[in-house]
């Protein structure tokens, strides 16, 4: 009796085999043919769709351009620049829900991808999430970018000192500015940037320096006239300041900044005690000017629990006021007048709030210096 | 030719070589079948073209292959699984060559064209004929070939839907209709050779792309309950509708079958004029909606629109399936759910995209009927573990309620429309000392349904049985008893005609396919069921591929006698019947 087995392997079964083989063959050529002219005609459709996006964002149509970039990735899903377009243009148009969505999924592929990790910060900072930005921004910073790393990192670290500086998280800045003085352009306008960064940053010197280089390098460059004014303000230089600003004033008439500037230097030059070049009558005049200041203010708004322990000072002050005070003493006389309304004003600091930019405040601050 | 004397030492490995045969064949051709149907639509529907293509466009899709299944493919029509089954477990595994050539010709041509039908169940069909035609022409025993029919299934499910777990599931669950079936291993092999087959050419991304979804809140599962139950109800909507309106066309007259799948192309057409997601399969828009992309009225519209022209497709006799329609429908329902429940209470629930995730499962279980296969499927197509819990809530909930208002599932409906009795999972019950097959003799006396009262009982008069088949020139058209028809002479109706007689009576309605009856496979203990039910104490033994096909008749006497049960049993008169398989 034959094995039921071999009974199974007539020649049909080499003849069936040869056949599906030849099948075989037909169709992987079939679908290889198939599948590349399908690649081909969805990767043109999708770049299509993602020139159409990026035209619809140059009209600020956010919401059309997302959906144009959300057709651009059905189509080509292995092209990250279509969900990073996606993720902008929801960012842009506010839907930050998704677009965090969109990105980490991009991140998830390409954790040091540097575009996406410049968008995804984007999307914190817009949502108020600013060590996540931070976070993010860092990534991008030191991640990796397809063309032109320098600038790309650059800007990004640019768009972090902005958010720093908003935040008025002064020594994180500094920290940024640092290294970005090194490697940003020299061009005006970002060592301008670069400068006011630094006066948020706390640090006018450093602003001082670059607006006087600029100044240097251009003289009928208003804007770094005015800079290097604030800077010098900063430092309480008024006089080079009140100089930077009547340069910056005249180059730009219609600057009503400049002009306010100036004019607040100029009141702080009239009352400062301690500015050089005074004659000691002069100088003595406006000690027992700015003492008399900060006698007035101490009555008009001083509260009761302050002015009892401080009371003996302002009866000192008061004496002082009334003393007749002989030319040759009037240079101690200054000093005494000057260091008297500084610890008057220390004691009716909590009740006599002053504008940071008022002269008297700025001038008691020079004086304690 | 070592190789092949070592095949002959054992026909476990052959099944096995062939399987991986199967496997990588139907792998090719399911990708072919996607990548052809994905240029048909793309010539159909150029980019920037007019909307009148959108109302044009089905109608002329579904006349061409209307057409061509009426004339040249009538076994290519409708989904591809109840055939599947049919050649699994009534054919001997047969599925024709040709029958495969005109599927994924009508299929290509009628989902190109946007019907709104999909293309899983017609892959499932394509596959289990590749299996049918190699099992075949290889010369393998008949049972080898019905082995290989389930192979086939699992790796077109694989392809067609990029989910090589539940493909496996599913062919096991639906198609063998047992989860430990001895086909595993194959069904495994070829569900594997398949989907490498389909990353190789179309790569390694998963059918939709959804974010990472999560319980928000422990009170979201009540959410997700309702949702169950909104899919539940929907789904059964959906079968319903469906089954009602091919009901419908397959009573108009049989001359029209070729024109009739053009009512599908023309709601389509309509539809998709004004609502282009409608159209097709619609996975785009599903991917949008998992997205989180959802406006609440449409999703609701879209998810109606889409139960209404999904069902017409089908009824009207297009080739295509309701897998991908399902997900569609589940998609949509979910996000609508989550819509509203994310806008009353923001604070514990999830964006409308987790829901229509959930909602694609749910659609799934309560329409398809396969809750294990629809939770491994949603794994599969969106790659996300964390939704597992409330999917499979939602899940079991909506086949629930599907099963309750719905008994029959959709693809045993639709074999039943057919005269196609596939078993079901209650055939399946406890099996007593035998089948059916042991105890059926052949009929001695078959009574024409032209017969009067009269002349049958004169017929029977000295026949042992106490009930007769009665057959007509299409058929058995139900049974008979000795007490109907005395009955009858005793209302002065001895005139009447058999035929009219069976119309009266509850269990035995000649207009339908509803009279009780058994098949050789069922066992003893479902015709000792179904006697009792229905106070028959003969019932008829029919084939499965048509309930008119009289193989036998099984008496209750040689039923007990199986049981070792000896004598006459009453049998209660007239209680409800039970005609289901």
């Not at chain 1, 600029?214 to 460059?221: K, S």
């Not at chain 1, 230089?237 to 009140?242: G, I, M």
């Not at chain 2, 004929?129 to 190699?134: K, L, R």
């Not at chain 2, 003799?441 to 000295?462: C, F, G, N």
Request: proline share 5%.
């Amino acid at each position: 009796m034959a094995d039921p087995g071999i009974t199974l392997l007539r020649p049909s079964l080499f003849r069936t085999l040869f056949f599906v083989a030849l099948a075989a063959a037909s169709l992987v050529v079939i679908d290889s043919v198939l599948a590349n002219t399908e690649r081909k005609e969805t990767s043109l459709e999708a770049a299509r769709f993602y020139r159409q996006g990026e035209s619809l964002m140059q009209q600020h149509r956010y919401s059309e351009a997302a959906d144009s970039f959300r057709s651009a990735i059905a189509n080509a899903r292995d092209n990250p620049d279509y969900p990073l377009a996606l993720g902008q243009a929801l960012l842009d148009a506010g839907q930050l829900d998704e677009a965090n969505s969109t990105l980490a999924d991009l991140l998830q592929a390409d954790s040091m991808a540097g575009a996406a990790n410049l968008a995804m910060a984007r999307v914190f900072a817009k949502e108020g999430q600013f060590e996540q930005a931070a976070f993010y921004y860092h990534r991008a910073i030191y991640g990796q970018w397809k063309q032109d790393a320098s600038a790309n990192q650059i800007r990004a670290r640019f768009e972090l000192a902005d958010l720093l500086a908003r935040r008025n998280s002064k020594a994180e800045l500094l920290a940024e500015l640092l290294p970005l003085q090194e490697e940003a352009s020299p061009d005006p306008a970002t060592q301008s940037r670069l400068a006011r960064l630094y006066m948020i940053a706390g640090s006018p010197s450093r602003a001082a320096v670059i607006f006087r280089d600029q100044v240097r390098a251009n003289l009928l460059d208003a804007e770094a006239h005015r800079g290097l004014g604030d800077a010098e303000f900063a430092l309480g230089n008024y006089a080079a300041a009140q100089s930077s600003f009547i340069s910056a004033s005249r180059l730009r008439s219609e600057d009503q900044d400049s002009r306010k500037a100036l004019e607040l230097t100029d009141q702080v030059l009239n009352l400062d005690p301690m500015r050089r070049g005074l004659a000691g009558q002069e100088r003595y005049q406006r000690s027992i000017h700015v003492l008399q200041l900060v006698v007035d203010k101490a009555t008009q708004c001083m509260t009761s629990a302050h002015a009892q322990p401080a009371a003996p000072l302002i009866d000192s002050a008061r004496a002082a006021l009334s003393r007749r005070v002989p030319s040759s003493s009037q240079s101690e006389a200054v000093e005494a007048n000057l260091d008297l309304a500084n610890k008057l004003w220390q004691a009716e600091k909590a009740d006599c709030k002053l504008p940071a930019d008022e002269p008297l405040q700025l001038v008691l601050a020079k004086a304690a210096q | 030719m070592n190789w092949l004397d070592e095949l002959r030492q054992s026909e476990n490995q052959l099944v096995l070589v062939l399987s991986l045969v199967v496997g990588i064949l139907v792998g090719l051709v399911t990708v072919g079948f996607i990548l052809v149907t994905g240029r048909l639509a793309a010539h159909m529907y150029p980019a920037g073209g007019s909307g009148w293509r959108r109302f044009l466009v089905p109608v002329l899709g579904a006349l061409s292959t209307g057409f061509l299944l009426a004339k040249y493919f009538p076994f290519a029509r409708g989904s591809g699984i109840p055939q599947a089954k049919f050649a699994l477990i009534v054919n001997d595994g047969l599925i024709t060559f040709r029958t495969i050539v005109g599927k994924l010709l009508c299929c290509s041509t009628s989902l190109a064209s946007g019907l709104a039908l999909g293309r899983e169940g017609p892959s499932v069909q394509i596959g289990a004929g590749v299996a049918s035609v190699i099992g075949r022409n290889a010369g393998l025993k008949v049972e080898q070939v019905k082995a290989l029919i389930p192979v086939g299934c699992s790796a077109a499910l694989a392809a067609a839907f990029n989910t090589p777990i539940a493909a496996v599931m599913f062919t096991l669950e639906e198609i063998m209709g047992d989860l430990h079936a001895t086909v595993l291993g194959t069904a495994v092999l070829s569900s594997a050779a398949s989907w490498m087959v389909l990353h190789y050419f179309l790569g390694d991304d998963p059918l939709f792309h959804v974010p990472a979804y999560r319980l928000v809140h422990p009170e979201e599962l009540g959410i997700y309950a309702v949702l169950g139950v909104v899919g539940g109800l929907a789904s059964v909507v959906f079968v319903k509708l469906l089954l009602a309106m091919r009901a419908r066309f397959l009573r108009l007259p049989p001359s029209t079958v070729w024109i009739q799948p053009v009512v599908g192309g023309l709601v389509v057409g309509l539809l998709g004029y004004f609502y282009p997601d409608v159209m097709g399969v619609g996975y785009n828009y599903i991917d949008r909606v998992l997205n989180g992309d959802a406006v609440l009225k449409m999703v609701a519209l879209l998810g109606l629109l889409k139960i209404v022209a999904t069902a017409t497709c089908y009824a009207s006799g297009n080739a295509g399936g309701i897998f991908g329609p399902s997900l569609f429908i589940g998609a949509m329902m979910g996000a609508a759910t989550g819509g509203v429940a994310h806008k009353f209470f923001p604070g514990i629930t999830a964006g409308p995209g987790a829901y229509a995730l959930v909602g694609m499962g749910t659609a799934f279980a309560g329409i398809i009927r396969t809750p294990f296969t629809s939770v491994i499927m949603i794994f599969e197509l969106t790659r996300d573990y964390t939704i597992i819990v409330p999917l499979m809530i939602s899940n079991a909930i909506a086949y629930f309620i599907s099963q309750k208002l719905q008994p029959v599932t959709i693809y045993d409906a639709l074999a039943q429309q057919d005269g196609i009795h596939l078993p079901s999972a209650h055939a399946h019950g406890p099996t007593g000392p035998g089948n059916v097959k042991l105890v059926m003799r052949p009929a001695p006396l078959i009574l024409s349904a032209q017969a009067t009262v009269q002349a049958a009982l004169q017929e029977v008069k000295d026949s042992g049985l106490e009930a007769w088949p009665v057959a007509a020139q299409r058929g058995l058209t139900g049974m008979v008893r000795r007490t109907d028809l005395a009955n009858a002479l005793a209302r002065e109706a001895g005139g009447l005609t058999l035929g009219a007689v069976l119309d009266d009576l509850p269990a035995g309605n000649s207009a339908s396919n509803a009279f009780v009856h058994l098949h050789p496979d069922h066992s003893l203990h479902l015709a000792l069921e179904r006697m009792g039910s229905s106070g028959f104490s003969v019932l008829p033994v029919v084939s499965r591929a048509s309930v008119r096909q009289l193989m036998g008749i099984v008496v209750l006497d040689d039923v007990l006698k199986a049981y070792g049960v000896v004598g006459q049993t009453a049998v209660a008169a007239n209680p409800a019947p039970a005609t289901g398989d």
